[in-house]
């Protein structure tokens, strides 16, 4: 078999499992915006059998062929950028896959798939005790992947890498460490300001049609292409790409909140400008995605918290907003400003302020540790939680559902998925540093909301690269520097001085 006939079978494969991927990607997304309840058990038998052919071909002997050919030195320094990193990408994929009997996959993603629905109802009852035999058996699945793959650190290293390649519980330790140090004097001091934001201002009747509105128009504002995505309602507002032209996003209305909907939408807005942008060349392969779960959201966040809270921002749209509900919201920019970034401790992850949120993050950081390398049960779940809200964020669950049922990641498995929305908070801030020192207009642009040079921008530097970088690459070539935690600090300590005028 020559080199370019190995190439030709592997790129032939990449597309099959990318072709199965959008599928099951598309079935996850009717499951959670509306699929009847009586179908959900059908439909994760059917997902749980298309994820295991599209996994039994990652793990076939003749993908194992194809990569030895491929790496072969002379074959693999012809291969252009892209297929080389696609072959190093998938032979690690393939690596840590292949240690995975298939039938114990299908297994879980049966389990997986059915949870979340089990989730969704233990929640709606507060019932932990309901939800707890899937959760048992999910850490169980978790616990026997970890053997297969080795443990590398600490086992809980192991789950780390597969959201955030090469992070570590010691890098974390040292990030989240000199997060804590900074922020908890910084709210400390919030709580003791004699200068209150005024939250009346944000009270009201909002009806969903009109937050559905005003969501489209933020979206087109940001340069969302809806040619290529939609926006949809779920109970958990998440971002599907599902494919180069069919980036799908969800958020959900409350009617006594306008505030939820909209940060929520200009979130997973973000997520989808990223996926929007990815290099056409990569299409069909499994490098077109996001470089990591933390450099995802960075860009979500980037846009919710960095633009979309940002006075600038709200200088220009506020006017658009009150027109959207007549009557409502009498009050001027600047005290919606103040308003929608009041700090506050909270029991709520997705409902919490910029600064706090960090907060909610390192509590489930350490619970999960202590779940994998600590001997934590499930059992003692709801207890942790709770001591862990009052010491950090002086709050207390009254029941499960604010507590420990309050997020869907463990029930789809996603152990070690939380810390990425911190890093993603730490990568934000320091690619909008690079921003300012690269556009200096940048604040202007926003103000006058003209934000395409801003999403340009963003789409040169890391949104084109899809997985072709990863994020320490990224982060380097962007910003000339590793990531530093001092510039979120900064950013926090500058913005929220100002407002509560410490
Ligand atoms: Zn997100």
Known sequence: MTGEEALARFRGLIRKIKSYEEVIGLAYWDMRTGAPRKGIEARSEAVGVLSEESFRLAVSDEMGELLARLREPETYGNLS?????????????????????????????????????????????????????????????????????????TRYDTLLDQYEPGMTTDELDRLFGSLRDKLVPLAAAIAESPAKPDRSVLGGTFEPEAQRRFSLFILKEMGFDFEAGRLDESVHPFATGLGPGDVRITTRYLEDDVASALFGT?????????????????????????????IHESQSRFWENIIGRSRPFWRRYFGDLKAHFPGRLDTDAETFYRAINIVEPSLIRIEADELTYNLHIVIRYEI???????????????????????????????????????????????????????LGNMYAAQFAAAMERD?????ELVGTGRLHPILDWLAERIYRYGKLETPGEIVRRVTGGPLDPQHLTDYLERKYRDIYRL
């Open 368 to 422: 999960e540790k202590m779940l994998f390398d600590g001997g934590l049960r499930a059992a003692d779940l709801p207890e942790i939680w709770n001591a862990k809200y009052r010491e950090y964020l002086g709050v207390e669950p009254k029941n499960d559902a604010e507590g420990v049922l309050q997020d869907v990641h463990w029930s789809g498995g996603a152990f070690g998925y939380f810390p990425s929305y911190a």
């Open 439 to 443: 556009m200096p207009e940048m604040w």
């Open 266 to 294: 200009i979130h997973e807005g973000g997520h989808a400008l990223y996926e929007q942008n990815i290099d056409p060349e990569l299409a069909g392969t499994t490098l077109y995605t996001g470089t990591s779960m933390g």
């Open 81 to 153: 950028r892209i297929d080389r990193r696609l072959v190093d990408e998938t032979a690690k994929e393939y690596e840590r896959n292949r240690r995975i009997p298939p039938e114990l996959y299908r297994e879980y993603v049966v389990l997986t798939s059915q949870a979340e629905a089990f989730w969704e109802e233990a929640k709606a009852r507060s019932d932990f005790p309901g939800f707890r035999p899937y959760l048992e058996k999910i850490i169980d699945y978790t616990n026997r992947f970890i053997d297969l793959w080795g443990v590398k650190g």
